[in-house]
């Protein structure tokens, strides 16, 4: 008769012990969201805040003004940044995910001499930062001529993201089977058809993952933008920003609120649009290699 009351003890025991840990996660959750979201919520009000200077905004501002926003798109070069930025991300994208994608094909679907010791080099030069090869790259485009100039900046781009993207993409191309390609090969298809209409098809999400990986990098990296260009014109984003709050003359931080709020908005609905697809691209080829 006690084996009842002991065994009810214990469900109820095991049930408390899951309610706390779900309590637990859900607190931790919601910390982590305030944690992300306040600085993101003080920019936009900071940026709806008249005046040049953040240190006065709160975060239920007396006056909302969107004088920044109108100053920053008509009075200053801020078109021509976003222009420039857009431009360098799409063409990085277009490239990068084309040099990827054919490379780890490459590596994964042939056998070839250096085969192995190619992907032990790739997978060794993830460890080192990248901007340890500043000033080779610096003196590199300085010698064909493309310092200062958007494709330079591109090219930079496009050859730092092969290491990860090949390993992560071959990795997925592992995980599809041969039996596709061998009977595309009885039915008369070449390697290039194969690669194209076999290959392609079947590797959206990884595709879709490295695409928008190779648009965003470029978006706001300021390093190796601030290292290449040098003239107005060919300024991105992340330099004209930095320069409005830099020096003793720029100090208009809320316009530079505007300016990051307004950045952020491609890159948000274009993670809104293909969440699945990064998600599952992310997933596949990690566990696939």
Do not use: C
Not at 19 to 45: D, G, N, Q, R
Not at 144 to 157: E, F, H, K, S
Not at 240 to 256: A, C, I, S, Y
């Amino acid at each position: 008769m006690s084996a009842k009351p002991l065994r009810t003890k214990k469900l109820s025991g095991a049930k408390f012990k899951e309610a706390v840990v779900t309590v637990l996660i859900y607190a931790f959750l919601i910390i982590s969201a305030i944690l992300v979201l306040y600085p993101i919520v003080w920019i936009f009000i900071g940026s709806l805040n008249p005046g040049d200077t953040l240190y006065s905004s709160t975060l239920m501002p007396e006056k909302i003004t969107m004088k920044h926003y109108t100053h920053l798109w008509y009075e200053t070069d801020y078109v021509k940044w976003f222009k420039n930025t857009l431009f360098v991300a799409t063409m990085n994208m277009i490239l990068s995910t084309f040099l990827i994608v054919s490379s780890a094909y490459a590596f994964s679907r042939f056998r070839f001499p250096g085969r192995r010791q190619g992907l032990m080099a790739m997978l060794i030069l993830q460890m080192f930062p990248s901007f340890m090869g500043m000033i080779a790259i610096y003196i590199l485009l300085l010698q064909i001529g493309l310092l200062d100039n958007l494709w330079g900046l591109i090219l930079v781009y496009a050859g730092g993201s092969i290491p990860f993207g090949a390993w992560l993409v071959k990795g997925y191309f592992d995980g599809l089977p041969r039996s596709l390609e061998e009977a595309a090969k009885i039915d008369g298809a070449s390697h290039t058809t194969i690669f194209f209409k076999v290959m392609m098809p079947l590797s959206v999400p990884i595709l879709t993952f490295i695409a928008i990986n190779n648009f965003i990098g470029p978006w706001m990296d300021f390093i190796f933008a601030r290292l290449v260009l040098r003239s107005n014109e060919n300024k991105t984003l992340a330099i004209g920003l930095f320069e409005m709050v830099t020096g003793r003359g720029n100090t208009e931080f809320t316009t530079f609120a505007a300016g990051a709020i307004i950045v952020a908005i491609p890159i948000t609905i274009l993670f809104l649009l293909l969440q699945k697809y990064i998600i599952a691209g992310l997933s596949a080829g990690a566990n696939k290699g």
